[in-house]
C-alpha cells in the first residue's frame, strides 16, 4: 500500500495511515492499495461491506458506481491486448470528499500513467484525479481498437492469399474476445453516463460536464466494436468463400488431368489386350509411334485448356 498526498500534482509519500482520516489543509491523499489491505482500510475509512466483498471476490466484476453515505464506490475495467489476446483489469475506486482509494489486484498501466498528467494540470481534488483516471482508461480502449482493425486487417489479407485451416481458430477467438468485450463496454458507459449526468455531491457540478466528453468517447469505442463484430463475421465469410474456390480451383485440376488422362488410358489399354494380332505390332518404329501421339493427344488437350483459361 503506497500512501501519498497530492496538491497541485506534486506527490509527498505519507508514512502515517491515521493522518490520511482528517482532510488536508490542501490538496488530497491518494492512497493505492491491494486487496489485502482491505482488511485495514475498511474500519478506517467505513467502506461499505458490500463494496469491500466485490474487491475481493475472484468473479469478474462488471463495471459499476454505488452511493453510499460519505464514499463513493466505482468498479471501471483497464483493457490490455498482449499476444493477441485481449486482458480486462478490474479498477475499483473508493472516493471520498479529502481521498481517493484504488484498489487492485494486478498492475495497471493507466495509474502509472497518471501521474504526469497529475503533475501538468495541478490536481488538487480526488474528483479530478477520478475524471482523468477514467479519462485514460477510455481512451486506451482506442488503441487497443487500433490494434484489433490491424490484426483484422492482417488476418484478412493472410486468408485471401494463403488460406489455412488454423485461421478459422483464429477468426472464432478474436471474435468470441470481441463480443466478450462488447459485454463490458455497456455497463462502463452507463457508468460514465451516472458521472456525467447524475447530481452527485462529491464531485464538483464544473468538472461533471467534462465527463460528457469521455461519455462521448465511450459510445464511440462501442460503436467500434459493433464494426469489429460485423467484420469478424464477413472475415468467417472470406475464408468460407476463400477455402470454396480453393476446393473449386483443385477440383478443376484434377478433373482435367482427368480428362486428358481419359484417351491415354483409352490407347494403352488398347495395346494392353492379349490379341494375337494388335495394329503396328511388329511395326520397327511402332513403340515410338505410338508415345508421340499420345504425348501430341496430351499436350493438345493441354493447351486447349489453357487456351480456354480452364487451368
Same mark, same amino acid.
Given at each position: 500500500?503506497?500512501?501519498?498526498?497530492?496538491? =497541485?500534482?506534486?506527490?509527498?509519500?505519507?508514512?502515517?495511515?491515521?493522518?490520511?482520516?482528517?482532510?488536508?489543509?490542501?490538496?488530497?491523499?491518494?492512497?493505492?492499495?491491494?486487496?489485502?489491505?482491505?482488511?485495514?482500510?475498511?474500519?478506517?475509512?467505513?467502506?461499505?461491506?458490500?463494496?469491500?466483498?466485490?474487491?475481493?471476490?475472484?468473479?469478474?466484476?462488471?463495471?459499476?458506481?454505488?452511493?453510499?453515505?460519505?464514499?463513493?464506490?466505482?468498479?471501471?475495467?483497464?483493457?490490455?491486448?498482449?499476444?493477441?489476446?485481449?486482458?480486462?483489469?478490474?479498477? =475499483?475506486?473508493?472516493?471520498?470528499?479529502?481521498?481517493?482509494?484504488?484498489?487492485?489486484?494486478?498492475?495497471?498501466?493507466?495509474?502509472?500513467?497518471?501521474?504526469?498528467?497529475?503533475?501538468?494540470?495541478?490536481?488538487?481534488?480526488?474528483?479530478?484525479?477520478?475524471?482523468?483516471?477514467?479519462?485514460?482508461?477510455?481512451? !486506451?480502449?482506442?488503441?487497443?481498437?487500433?490494434?484489433?482493425?490491424?490484426?483484422?486487417?492482417?488476418?484478412?489479407?493472410?486468408?485471401?492469399?494463403?488460406?489455412?485451416?488454423?485461421?478459422?481458430?483464429?477468426?472464432?477467438?478474436?471474435?468470441?474476445?470481441?463480443?466478450?468485450?462488447?459485454?463490458?463496454?455497456?455497463?462502463?458507459?452507463?457508468?460514465?453516463?451516472?458521472? !456525467?449526468?447524475?447530481?452527485?455531491?462529491?464531485?464538483?457540478?464544473?468538472?461533471?460536464?467534462?465527463?460528457?466528453?469521455?461519455?462521448?468517447?465511450?459510445?464511440?469505442?462501442?460503436?467500434?466494436?459493433?464494426?469489429?463484430?460485423?467484420?469478424?463475421?464477413?472475415?468467417?465469410?472470406?475464408?468460407?468463400?476463400?477455402?470454396?474456390?480453393?476446393? !473449386?480451383?483443385?477440383?478443376?485440376?484434377?478433373?482435367?488431368?482427368?480428362?486428358?488422362?481419359?484417351?491415354?488410358?483409352?490407347?494403352?489399354?488398347?495395346?494392353?489386350? =492379349?490379341?494375337?494380332?494388335?495394329?503396328?505390332?511388329?511395326?520397327?518404329?511402332?513403340?515410338?509411334?505410338?508415345?508421340?501421339?499420345?504425348?501430341?493427344?496430351?499436350?493438345?488437350?493441354?493447351?486447349?485448356?489453357?487456351?480456354?483459361?480452364?487451368?
Amino acid at each position: 500500500m503506497k500512501i501519498r498526498m497530492v496538491n =497541485n500534482g506534486v506527490f509527498a509519500p505519507v508514512e502515517d495511515l491515521q493522518a490520511t482520516l482528517a482532510p488536508p489543509l490542501e490538496g488530497f491523499y491518494w492512497i493505492d492499495a491491494d486487496v489485502e489491505d482491505l482488511a485495514v482500510l475498511q474500519p478506517l475509512f467505513g467502506l461499505h461491506d458490500l463494496a469491500v466483498e466485490d474487491c475481493l471476490s475472484e468473479e469478474e466484476q462488471r463495471p459499476k458506481i454505488e452511493l453510499y453515505e460519505g464514499h463513493y464506490f466505482i468498479v471501471i475495467n483497464s483493457i490490455r491486448f498482449d499476444d493477441e489476446e485481449i486482458f480486462l483489469r478490474a479498477l =475499483n475506486i473508493f472516493l471520498g470528499r479529502h481521498y481517493i482509494i484504488t484498489v487492485t489486484k494486478q498492475k495497471i498501466n493507466e495509474l502509472r500513467s497518471l501521474k504526469p498528467i497529475l503533475w501538468e494540470q495541478d490536481v488538487n481534488r480526488p474528483d479530478r484525479f477520478l475524471y482523468h483516471l477514467v479519462d485514460l482508461v477510455v481512451d !486506451n480502449y482506442f488503441l487497443v481498437g487500433d490494434r484489433i482493425e490491424a490484426r483484422i486487417e492482417s488476418l484478412e489479407e493472410d486468408i485471401l492469399m494463403h488460406t489455412k485451416k488454423s485461421h478459422l481458430g483464429e477468426i472464432i477467438g478474436l471474435r468470441s474476445e470481441i463480443l466478450w468485450l462488447k459485454k463490458v463496454l455497456g455497463p462502463q458507459r452507463d457508468v460514465i453516463a451516472t458521472l !456525467n449526468k447524475k447530481d452527485l455531491r462529491l464531485i464538483d457540478d464544473q468538472l461533471q460536464k467534462y465527463f460528457s466528453d469521455i461519455y462521448e468517447n465511450a459510445v464511440k469505442i462501442t460503436e467500434t466494436f459493433d464494426t469489429y463484430r460485423d467484420l469478424m463475421a464477413n472475415l468467417r465469410e472470406a475464408y468460407q468463400s476463400s477455402l470454396s474456390s480453393r476446393a !473449386n480451383e483443385i477440383m478443376r485440376v484434377f478433373t482435367a488431368l482427368t480428362t486428358i488422362f481419359m484417351p491415354l488410358t483409352f490407347i494403352t489399354g488398347i495395346y494392353g489386350m =492379349n490379341f494375337a494380332h494388335l495394329p503396328g505390332e511388329h511395326f520397327y518404329y511402332g513403340f515410338y509411334l505410338i508415345m508421340g501421339f499420345m504425348l501430341m493427344l496430351g499436350g493438345g488437350m493441354l493447351f486447349l485448356f489453357r487456351k480456354k483459361e480452364w487451368l
